[in-house]
């Protein structure tokens, strides 16, 4: 007998009128082999009733998953290059013999880090000078209670990411790395390390790469004091491109995109804010921003001390005048 038949119950002695019978309730089998939707070319089965006249609707597509977010891959060593080939400057003070004996033994293995790591090359803490920033860009972000501040770091600067952060600080911060592009760095390991210290004049100048980003940060922080979000800006900015700008016949270009958040916290203004300042220096033809999201810088860098961004242009101000 079929499962949707109906089995009349038995018989009464006493005639009753017989109340009208109910329709069958559909049942779908629990069996995941029975197909909801018939296939066209499958006859069908005279036992089960069709309880839905016509032909039935196509099922609704599913729409497929969202992506998660793309995990950046690992660190990995791509090369090893002579470090003065990269950067010469760190052989300066060499003549031209030493220079050329100083080339051959500075070598270091490089390794590429994906944009939004958080991750950069391990190595001997005890024995290496650090690593050296080859090309792209970094941002070491740092947050007291609820401030943050981002120091950005890009070809030519040196670092030691695995130097804990002062424990005698008695409001004690964490500390976070991003690769705000594609990045190459160099491992300065304990054969870089040895060679440095057998000549003074390579040991000044490594030193000086990592005596550069004291200056670096102290010169951020009075910018950061400036009351005008918009100079505040202008002038961290026009720092940077002197740093890593690029000259075109249209300005000096700034060779990476920085989003306004990043941007923020290294002038020490909220997100908002820093978008109304870029708006203002656009709208003055002060800085343009290409259709990539870079932007260059238009115009002449800041005179210096007493600034005011007025008319579309930088003026120097009177102290007494101000006051």
Do not use: K
């Not at 009733?49 to 729409?63: C, D, K, L």
């Not at 031209?96 to 270091?108: G, I, N, S």
């Not at 033809?285 to 007025?310: F, N, Q």
């Amino acid at each position: 007998m079929s499962a949707l038949s109906v089995s009349p119950g038995p018989a009464s002695a006493t005639a009753e009128v017989p109340a009208p019978a109910e329709a069958p309730t559909p049942v779908v089998p629990d069996s995941p082999s029975t197909p909801l939707v018939p296939d066209p070319g499958t006859p069908a089965d005279p036992a089960v009733p069709s309880t839905v006249p016509g032909p039935a609707e196509p099922a609704e597509p599913i729409a497929p998953p969202e992506p998660g977010p793309e995990i950046p891959p690992e660190p990995r060593q791509s090369a090893t290059v002579r470090l003065l080939d990269i950067d010469p400057d760190l052989g300066a003070g060499l003549d031209a013999a030493m220079f050329a004996r100083a080339r051959e033994l500075l070598r270091a293995p490089v390794f590429e880090v994906g944009r939004g790591a958080r991750t950069l090359p391990e190595c001997d803490s005890d024995s290496a000078f650090g690593l050296l920033v080859l090309s792209g860009l970094l941002g070491r972000r740092l947050r007291v209670c609820q401030a943050h501040a981002t120091e950005l770091l890009g070809p030519g600067d040196i670092l030691r990411p695995w130097d804990p952060f002062d424990s005698l600080q008695s409001v004690p911060p964490e500390v976070d790395w991003r690769s705000l592009t594609p990045v190459r760095v160099a491992i300065l390991d304990q054969s870089v390390t040895r060679i440095i210290g057998r000549r003074h004049e390579l040991l000044l100048a490594f030193s000086g790469r990592l005596l550069h980003r004291v200056r670096t940060g102290t010169y951020l922080r009075a910018v950061s004091n400036l009351t005008r979000v918009d100079e505040r800006v202008l002038v961290s900015l026009w720092h940077l491109a002197s740093r890593w700008g690029n000259v075109t016949p249209d300005g000096v270009l700034l060779p990476f995109r920085l989003t306004h958040e990043v941007l923020g916290e290294v002038v020490g203004a909220q997100r908002p804010s820093v978008t109304l300042a870029l708006s203002r220096l656009r709208r003055l033809g002060i800085v343009e921003r290409l259709s990539d999201g870079r932007l260059v810088l238009c115009g002449e860098a800041p005179a210096g001390p007493g600034t005011r961004i007025r008319g579309g242009e930088l003026r120097r101000l009177d102290d007494r005048a101000v006051a």
